[in-house]
């Protein structure tokens, strides 16, 4: 259900997503959000990904993940064991706070990224989820990017 990589090409809001334009931007990535996946000229999966698939108002951009096509349907295959998941989440995103167990249901995650500029040492990430029916949340995870996907996929 979910995939890790680099994304190296992310259309929407001018390309913010994408930090590191050389090598990508490590993000997880809900394969739930994911349509059309094809891969484009390097081998890499290309597809068009959902922030909210069920908000007629979400377009879908257009991303690029430094995997094969191969792997993103296998990871999306994956069966999950748990519905939900509890995280430590920082109230009002931040950090000097103590972060509140809280439960998101797994489906309704998005997308990951890594607070800062090294995914395997950060000690936080932002994790993008859908909260209600519109409502795309953006919160503070006591985590860093490799414990989280461990966590997922338990």
Known sequence: MFIS???T???????RRV??????????????????????HDGYAHMRFF???ADERDGGAWLTIKRSV???ILSADNEITSVSITLPIYPNNDPTETPVNT????????YVKTAGSNYATDTTC??????DAWDVKTVLVHYNLVVLYVALLA
């Not at 932002?126 to 909260?131: A, E, F």
């Open 19 to 40: 930090l590191d334009k050389v090598n990508g931007t490590w993000y997880i990535l809900n394969t739930n959000r994911m349509y059309e996946i094809t891969a484009n």
């Open 5 to 7: 990589g680099q994304v």
């Open 103 to 110: 439960t998101i249901g797994r489906a309704h995650i998005a």
């Open 51 to 53: 922030d909210n698939p």
């Open 126 to 131: 932002w994790l993008t989820y859908v909260d």
């Open 70 to 72: 191969a792997l993103v």
């Open 9 to 15: 090409d992310w259309r929407t809001h001018g390309n």
